[in-house]
């Protein structure tokens, strides 16, 4: 029965995660924003604004569950 749980739990971790990593915007251009002047995006004031923020916190929280989840199920299956 705790595997069912942990597995349908690992599933809806996964799919959000799938979902909150592709909503997100870009944070820079790449190597050459880097090099370039992308820093001022990163100590900005636009980073913790809105939407992007939220999509976070989500991506932390599920990546966590979906870690936890797949070492319980790992332990689970012996």
Known sequence: MFYKITLVLFVISCIVLIISVLMQSGKSSGMSGSIGGGAEQLFGTQKGRGLDKLFDRVTKVSAIV????????????K
Do not use: E, R
């Not at 979906?66 to 299956?77: G, K, Q, W």
């Open 66 to 77: 979906f870690m936890a989840a797949a070492v319980a199920l790992i332990y689970l299956s």
